[in-house]
Structure formats: structure tokens, C-alpha cells
């Protein structure tokens, strides 16, 4: 659906943004929340590069944990912090 808005708005650039909850992560793929974050981002980014959005139309961006929707004091709404968001803005690009 996300690419059908692409196309459907080519005045537009698209935040893609990265988060997690707060656990800490320490792998050797993502050594911290940030990476985690950012890969998520990245992701979702190259998926829409793959499929015929202008790179120039997006950005990527990692927040960490810096940024939940709700207190990480359960299960649930842990979950509910490991998510990538959009934002839609209407820019000229060149």
C-alpha cells in the first residue's frame, strides 16, 4: 500500500523512522538499540528503492528507544515500541 502512495504523491518525500523498546540488544549484526533501529529503517527503505521509488524521495533514520509510544513495562507494549513509522511531506525535489 506504501508504494501505491508513492506513486500516487510524487511531490513527496517519506521519513522512514526506526525505533525498538528499550531492552538491550547486543548482537553481533546489531550491537545496539540504534543499529537495530536503523537497519529497520534501511529496510524498509530498499524495499521502496527496489520497487521504483526515487532514492532522492527518501530518508532513513534510527531513534534507538529515544522515542516510544507507551511505557516498555510489559510485554505488550514493548511490542507495540519495535516499529517504524512514516512521514509524508510535500517537498520539490531536484
Known amino acids: 500500500r506504501l508504494l501505491e502512495i508513492m506513486y500516487q504523491y510524487p511531490d513527496y518525500v517519506l521519513n522512514i523512522k526506526g525505533h525498538t523498546d528499550d531492552a538491550p540488544i547486543l548482537s553481533e549484526k546489531y550491537p545496539s538499540n540504534w543499529e537495530l533501529s536503523s537497519a529497520r529503517a534501511t529496510e524498509v527503505l530498499k524495499y521502496l528503492i527496489k520497487n521504483g521509488v ?4 527518501l530518508t532513513a533514520t534510527g531513534y534507538g528507544s529515544t522515542l516510544p509510544l507507551v511505557s516498555n ?3 505488550e507494549n514493548r511490542a507495540k515500541n519495535r516499529r517504524v513509522e512514516f512521514v509524508l511531506e510535500k517537498e520539490a525535489y531536484q
Open 54 to 57: 526515487e532514492p532522492e524521495r
Open 73 to 75: 513495562t510489559s510485554p
